[in-house]
Antibody
């Protein structure tokens, strides 16, 4: 059974940093492209970015609102996906989900990030 | 950047058919996914490759995609189908994934 478990969310002040993790199990993580998707309170889904599998170059890509501030990385030895967020803004407040980017079939339960002073 | 347009809401009586549209420039040339999301839950993939269903998704859910409009059709609507529905595509020109703004389906 595929499991994706996000962690690392919390309250952070504007301009601060936070690192989210997504622990994966039940599939060959190293072969999978992975994405982060977020959802602001009461709003729709927003793609944040993606990292390809290492065989495909482990290339990251980012949505415009987060490019230059967020960094996606992966540790295939730990089956873990990361989202390093810096220069956080109030509009980054959202539930952050990790998902298998190839098919978006599997999703974690999400972790809430609140950016507020 | 590529934009997908969805109606904010659709209302349907139990047993009837709900149709949710997703408009985009030449969206018919792209592969569309549809997600169902209930309050407090993660999204669930209900349609991929325009009209394929993952295992476990009822046959009542179907999809189509042509020209500038993709459509999710829910036949014989049940109370449990009440949720937000999102369409999504991969935009090759930007190498970005794009979601529509979502449609709230209300079962009367």
């Amino acid at each position: 059974e595929v499991q994706l478990v996000e962690s690392g969310g919390g309250l952070v002040t504007p301009g601060g940093s936070l690192r989210l993790s997504c622990a994966a199990s039940g599939f060959t993580f190293s072969d999978a492209s992975m994405s982060w998707v977020r959802q602001a309170p009461g709003k729709g889904l927003e793609w944040v970015g993606r990292i390809k599998s290492r065989p495909d170059g482990a290339t990251p890509g980012y949505a415009a609102p987060v490019k230059g501030r967020f960094t996606i990385s992966r540790d295939d030895s730990k089956n873990t996906l990361y989202l390093q967020m810096s220069s956080l803004k109030t509009e980054d407040t959202a539930v952050y989900y990790c998902t298998t980017a190839g098919n978006f079939y599997d999703w974690g339960q999400g972790t809430l990030v609140i950016v507020s002073s | 950047s590529y934009v997908l347009s969805q109606p904010p809401s659709v209302s349907v009586a139990p047993g009837e058919t709900a149709r949710i549209t997703c408009g985009g420039n030449n969206v018919g040339t792209k592969s569309v996914r549809w997600f169902q999301q209930k309050p407090g839950q993660a999204p669930v993939l209900v349609i991929f490759y325009d009209d394929d269903r993952p295992s476990g998704i009822p046959e009542r859910f179907s999809g189509s995609n042509s020209a500038n409009t993709a459509t999710l059709t829910i036949s014989r609507v049940e109370a449990g189908d009440e949720a937000d529905y999102y369409c999504q595509v991969w935009d090759s020109s930007s190498d970005h994934y794009v979601f529509g703004a979502g449609t709230k389906v209300t079962v009367l």
